[in-house]
């Protein structure tokens, strides 16, 4: 009788161990796969927010972020140009390896009907994610390719990568898509345009003063070859002006073209409004949104709300901007109570352009603060990033780690987050941050990180196991011009090969440790295992090199070349490719 008893309690207790333990997997099971909210800065420079020194850009919502969670001190872009380190970022790998960095001058799309892009057999954290459930949006810029074949294959578009939304730009923010703002092709224009047409000219006055002289008579066949060719090339340069801007500056939303050229009224308050939207439609789901701000690349733009109000001219108005969108975002989730359970990573694509200065000499391009170079070289400040993460329910707030770490871990982290398995049929240079986040690690996985200029390895990082060292080693460096200033004014960004850089033999070699603002090359007299250092490096590059197979160059002159038949237009605006679906919806809802 006792027994029956027992078992009778057994049985009834069985119902709410079997719905604790239940509960403890539903919470268990949430707490693992987190909301996650990605935000990229585009040129914002490592100096510029307040949480890492800087004392006169009012950066509060960036500076909240960083107090609430971890500051990485360390953080480093997998390149140093737009294209290239987004490419990255979304994969997981260095961009050679998908044929994502350029072996020619150019190392950035600068047409949407180019036919270059993101590879389709890329896998983009975005992928892994939607195959696990979560819904996935992408707002704001985009610069990793759009068209394939045809202008609606679509191959490179960010709905064939993953995202379930859409809204934004798919080419960058350029000075040529705001009036007024001059232009990124002026050397172009030069040596193909200006250059042409003097040498014409010049022959021309000259054939005609010895004809006038009677010392030679020019035929009127070739007078009128010159003639037309002066004149073709003036019109392919007024159309090319002309038709740029609404041609590659235009705002999409999914596949479909809403605003054409782009309008820059309030145009980051509608990027928030989208953000903000999309986080309120997927309260009860796991939600991945990328939100990749166009501040603060040139063009620099602010609404009237922040227009002359920092102490940093038009820069530090695009910048206070930003943080003030940033701070949209942070308030709502304490709105919907989801701050606890969302991952939020704040970075910049690569460090702060130094070469942005306007025609009327005004600075447009940040800080790097103490580092070295910027934009498009592998100095300090051309990869050495924001990188703030805050989940309240896991990271222990107000850390600061300063292990190297690149922005090609957030693919490994976010996937394992969300339960998805990585690919086994590709290398993934990224490394979870998790272990180091909450703690469970002092020591970064990256023993080596390889830094490419463009598709040249430019520079490799070697953070010894149990040591506090940092070497760094320079294959060759970029000419700094004129002599003696932090960035290449003379071509605007620094180039990659050529006579644009200097090979070293042995290589530059610093301790990043110890000399941050790599001042101070080390030699065999400063550093007594100088030789057995480059040793050990060069054995990890030759390593690295061996695992990269040939893949199509996404940056060749045919895939990066503007091809008509791709060239997205506004639905029935006829050759002018101007329309405002955003005005007239906006109209329509009023």
Excluded at 250 to 258: K, S
Excluded at 376 to 382: L, Q, T
Aim: charged share 20%.
């Amino acid at each position: 009788m006792a027994q029956d008893h027992l078992q009778l309690f057994i049985a009834k207790m069985k119902i709410p161990f079997l719905l604790l333990f239940f509960l403890w997997e539903a919470e268990s099971h949430t707490a693992s796969r987190p909301n996650i909210i990605l935000v990229m800065a585009d040129d914002l420079g490592i100096g510029d927010p307040g949480c890492y020194g800087n004392k006169t850009l009012r950066t509060p919502n960036i500076d909240r972020l960083a107090s609430g969670g971890v500051k990485l001190t360390q953080h480093l872009a997998a390149s140093p140009l737009c294209t290239p380190s987004r490419a990255a970022f979304m994969t997981g790998r260095y961009p050679v390896r998908s044929g994502m960095a350029s072996w020619s001058r150019t190392g950035v799309f600068l047409f949407t009907a180019s036919s270059g892009g993101l590879p389709t057999n890329e896998i983009t954290f975005a992928k892994l994610l939607k195959d696990q459930g979560y819904s996935t949006a992408l707002i704001g810029k985009w610069h990793l390719g759009m068209s394939c074949h045809s202008k609606t294959d679509f191959c490179h578009h960010p709905l064939h990568h993953g995202f379930n939304y859409f809204y934004g730009i798919s080419l960058t923010n350029l000075r040529d898509c705001k009036p007024g703002e001059g232009s990124v092709f002026t050397t172009g224009f030069k040596r193909l345009v200006f250059i042409p047409l003097q040498i014409i000219g010049v022959t021309l006055l000259t054939f005609a003063a010895l004809n006038c002289l009677g010392l030679l008579r020019m035929p009127l066949g070739i007078f009128f070859s010159l003639l037309f060719l002066a004149a073709l090339i003036l019109t392919l340069f007024l159309g090319f002006l002309h038709y740029f801007r609404p041609l590659n500056c235009f705002m999409m939303r999914n596949y479909e073209i809403i605003q054409q050229p782009m309008s820059y009224d309030n145009l980051t308050q509608r990027l928030t409004v989208e953000a903000a939207q999309f986080i309120q439609r997927n309260t009860e789901t796991p939600f991945l949104l990328v939100l990749s701000y166009l501040h603060v690349h040139t063009a620099l733009f602010s609404s009237k709300d922040f227009a002359g109000k920092s102490k940093h001219g038009v820069y530090g108005d695009a910048v206070e901007e930003m943080d003030w969108s940033v701070g949209q975002i942070l308030n709502l989730l304490d709105e919907l109570r989801l701050a606890n359970d969302t991952l939020i990573y704040f970075t910049s694509d690569q460090g702060a352009h130094v070469e942005e200065v306007s025609s009327k000499g005004e600075i447009h391009g940040g800080s790097n603060g103490i580092y070295k170079g910027g934009k498009a070289n592998n100095w300090e400040g051309g990869i050495r990033v924001p990188g703030i993460l805050r989940w309240p329910r896991v990271i222990q707030a107000g850390q600061k780690i300063d292990e190297p770490t690149s922005n090609m871990d957030i693919f490994p982290t976010v996937a394992k987050l969300a339960g998805a398995p990585l690919p086994e049929d590709r290398i993934i240079d990224g490394r979870d941050l998790m272990p180091l986040l909450e703690g469970k690690s002092q020591h970064s996985d990256h023993e080596f990180l390889f830094h490419y200029c463009n598709a040249y390895l430019n520079a490799v990082r070697w953070h010894p196991q149990n040591s506090t060292s940092i070497w760094k080693a320079f294959f060759f460096t970029p000419n700094f011009n004129p002599v003696g200033s932090n960035g290449c004014f003379a071509t605007h960004v620094c180039f990659c090969f050529g006579s644009y850089v200097t090979h070293h033999d042995p290589p530059l070699l610093f301790d990043i440790s110890k000399d941050p603002r790599e001042r101070n090359p080390l030699t065999p007299a400063t550093e007594p295992r100088f030789y057995e250092i480059l040793k050990v490096i060069q054995e990890a590059a030759d390593r690295h090199t061996q695992t990269l197979p040939e893949v199509p160059n996404q940056f060749s002159w045919d895939n990066f070349l503007w091809k008509p038949w791709l060239q997205l237009c506004c639905p029935s605006s006829g050759l002018s490719c101007q329309c405002d679906r955003e005005k007239q919806d906006k109209r329509l809802s009023h």
